[in-house]
């Protein structure tokens, strides 16, 4: 990857993560000259990250409006969730069939990373980390590369909904679906999963 490349995904995950927190107001402009004295970088890395972003469904680019922060209807994060019940399913159903020991420690520690995590917002950014680990073993990237995007957008409604009286707690569903893909139980994986993601 080259310099510029790197700079503009580092600009664009920095500003993904407070889309997703919330610290981005929907609808707001991302001025480049703004973007780019922040970073203190040229306006080149810029662009490319804002394209990023469009790209990651977080911005909206208009002819005149410039790039703007996303901004989600309720009707939108239904069609969100019922997109994660088709896909993820669909997806841990293949990770568990291709299984192995490296995987599932991964997964474990996943797991617990999440449960041991103090604030929420460590602990959203770690639950979106086991979602993630529970399914790459599937070893599917175009499955993959749909359900990444979908997550994330769940993680802004967290922000935006839970964030505030999230308590640190241990995550039973959590540990029930890595319990189930221990025993290669894809049937009560899936089921658990299901729902988990309708909490």
């Known amino acids: ?12 995950e920095a500003l993904a993560e407070e889309i997703i927190r919330g610290e981005l107001e929907p609808g707001s402009r991302l001025a480049q000259d703004h973007i780019a004295e922040r970073f203190q970088t040229s306006h080149v890395p810029v662009r490319e990250a804002l394209q990023r972003l469009v790209q990651m469904e977080l911005a909206t680019s208009e002819p005149r409006r410039g790039v703007r922060v996303f901004s989600l209807s309720n009707a939108d994060h239904e069609d969100i969730q019922e997109m994660r019940l088709a896909l993820e399913p669909l997806a841990l159903r293949k990770s568990i069939a291709a299984l192995d020991r490296a995987a599932l420690a991964g997964i474990e520690r996943a797991r617990v990373q999440c449960d041991n995590a103090t604030d929420p917002i460590s602990w959203e950014k770690a639950n979106r980390a086991f979602h993630l680990a529970i399914l790459a073993p599937c070893n599917r990237p175009l499955l993959l590369k749909r359900i990444a995007p979908l997550q994330r957008l769940s993680a802004h409604r967290f922000h935006a909904r839970w964030r505030a009286g999230w308590v640190r707690s241990s995550d039973r569903d959590h540990g029930a679906i890595v319990q189930a893909m221990q025993r290669r139980d894809a049937d009560g994986a899936c089921q658990i999963l299901s729902r988990h993601l309708m909490r």
């Open 1 to 12: 990857m080259s310099n510029l490349s790197t700079k503009s995904a580092i600009i664009a």
